[in-house]
């Protein structure tokens, strides 16, 4: 069968066949975004797992917005304006979805950070828009650059993800939120602002989101996979109630709703001081494999390799000094996979942005023993 027009658009994964290598036995592999499996709370879950036999009505079709208890949880947790309203979605990436079939036509522009988060292009790619990225900088994206953007060009959409970016781990300044929110409510552009790895801040003091700052031009996706676990399936999309309501049509066309056993097991955990104390731990695993890594970096390949610091979330962003994609080769033959950078751009942009000397690497799924091991692989092979 002939498939659809965008569908030819869409480029197949890297990274999942990447994964699928990083499987064998003696890899080890800082490609996935995965979180830690060791530490995916599945005992502290599981009573509430057991309890949703005695609960029969979970079993039942529920609302499309999602389920009511978990919602007014949540509202209160994020302390969510009066004006705004929240969907809960089968993770950030339904909310992604969502949010491209209600906005983005074929003649929609939509802007983004380039490099940018894969899953996200995807589903641009798929809406048929016109993908408009914008080079990032160590502390967001860079500003004139924006500005000729929004000068020139009709920009509907600005897709961001300011907190330890995927995949380049870069959390915005403040001063890159003021100045970024002035530019869109100047030229009447509509942020999206994605945020799974938000609450995984390992070092320093956390920022305003954009939603914070400007709740009233910002749509804001978070999740509970890098927080929980992934395989609930579990985020929502909050902002303007009456952007909440258009999102909410698009959802009821589609799988009606996110499975209500899940939300009340995730409910019941968030409420339980379990919860807290599990965040606390992730952040402190992370921070000590992050830091492992970083060393090891710097002491075994010195200025062979560079990365800016960072403080939060699952990835670095290493700059060498030959081309990443021969090199990423090498270290899978080595032992150890990689993403090198160039499939984080749109496609056909990757030269524009000089992105063949860059590799994403993620701590969080690898102990310290691995990162260390990796780092010895990648310097044989430098
Ligand atoms: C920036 C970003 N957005 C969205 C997602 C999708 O996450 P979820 O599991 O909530 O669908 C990811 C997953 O890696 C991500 O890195």
């Avoid at 036995?25 to 502290?44: C, F, H, K, R």
């Avoid at 403080?311 to 090199?327: P, S």
């Amino acid at each position: 069968m002939e498939t659809a027009t965008q569908w030819q658009q869409l480029q197949p994964s890297y990274i999942r066949e990447i994964l699928a290598a990083s499987q064998q036995p003696d890899i080890i592999s800082l490609a996935g975004g995965l979180p830690a499996g060791d530490l995916l709370p599945v005992n502290e879950l599981q009573p509430y797992i057991e309890a949703l036999t005695a609960q029969p009505d979970l079993f039942q079709y529920g609302g499309s917005a999602g389920y009511e208890p978990l919602r007014q949880d949540l509202r209160r947790r994020y302390d969510l304006d009066k004006n705004s309203e929240l969907i809960i979605t089968s993770g950030s990436q339904q909310g992604l979805d969502i949010i491209a079939r209600t906005y983005l036509d074929s003649d929609t522009h939509i802007a983004l950070e380039a490099p940018c988060y894969l899953g996200a292009l995807q589903v641009f790619q798929l809406s048929g828009a016109t993908i408009c990225p914008v080079r990032q900088t160590p502390t967001g994206p860079d500003l004139e650059e924006l500005e000729q953007l929004f000068h020139t060009t009709a920009i509907k959409l600005f897709y961001a993800v300011p907190d330890f970016h995927n995949p380049t781990g870069v959390c915005w300044d403040l001063k890159t939120r003021q100045a970024v929110i002035s530019l869109c409510q100047h030229y009447g552009v509509f942020l999206l602002e994605d945020s799974p790895y938000r609450a995984l801040r390992f070092i320093g003091e956390s920022m305003p989101s954009l939603a914070d700052l400007a709740p009233d031009i910002t749509l804001q996706l978070n999740s509970f996979s890098k927080t929980v676990t992934p395989g609930i399936r579990l985020g929502f999309i909050s902002g303007p109630e009456q952007l909440i309501d258009q999102l909410l049509r698009t959802r009821q066309a589609m799988d009606l709703h996110s499975p209500l056993p899940f939300q009340q097991v995730l409910l019941e955990f968030l409420k339980s001081p379990t919860y807290s104390l599990h965040l606390n731990k992730l952040k402190q695993v992370y921070r000590d494999r992050y830091t492992a890594l970083a060393e090891s970096l710097r002491n075994r390949l010195g200025n062979q390799a560079q990365f800016n610091e960072v403080e939060g979330g699952m990835f670095l962003w290493l700059t060498l000094q030959e081309d990443a994609e021969q090199f990423a080769e090498r270290a899978l033959a080595a032992g150890v996979a990689t993403v090198p950078g160039c499939h984080f751009y749109p496609p056909h942009y990757s030269a524009d942005f000089n992105a063949h000397r860059t590799l994403r690497l993620n701590f969080s799924h690898s102990s310290i023993e691995q990162l260390r091991h990796a780092v010895d692989r990648l310097t044989e092979i430098l």
